[in-house]
Nanobody
């Protein structure tokens, strides 16, 4: 049975940092591209970052609003993907989800736009239950 379990969320002050974890079981993330999505209150869920599989090229991709503040990484030994978030803003308050999909993901998929690429890349993937991140001003 495939499981993705997010952890690391919580309450943090504006300007602070958090590191989210997405631990996988039942799949080997070396072969999956893994992404982070978030859903703010009253808004649609949207992709913010992903990392392509190790067997592809391990490229990292970021949505513009988090570029330079968030870093995605993968620990192959722990079968876990992380999202290091820095300089957090109240606008980052959301439930954060991780997702993994085995279909190959290449840079060319993002040429038509980040959001669409993220939606397509994980449309048939595995999803976690989410972790709440709240940033206070």
């Amino acid at each position: 049975q495939v499981q993705l379990v997010e952890s690391g969320g919580g309450l943090v002050q504006s300007g602070g940092s958090l590191r989210l974890s997405c631990a996988a079981s039942g799949i080997n993330l070396d072969y999956f591209h893994t992404g982070w999505f978030r859903q703010a209150p009253g808004k649609q869920r949207k992709g913010i970052s992903c990392i392509s599989s190790r067997v592809t090229d391990s490229n990292e991709y970021y949505e513009d609003s988090v570029k330079g503040r968030f870093t995605i990484s993968r620990d192959n030994a722990q079968n876990t993907v992380y999202l290091q978030m820095s300089n957090l803003d109240p606008e980052d308050t959301a439930i954060y989800y991780c997702a993994a999909d085995i279909a190959p993901l290449r840079r060319s998929a993002f040429t038509a736009g980040f959001m669409g690429a993220m939606t397509r890349a994980f449309i048939a993937g595995h999803w976690g239950q989410g972790t709440q991140v709240t940033v206070s001003s």
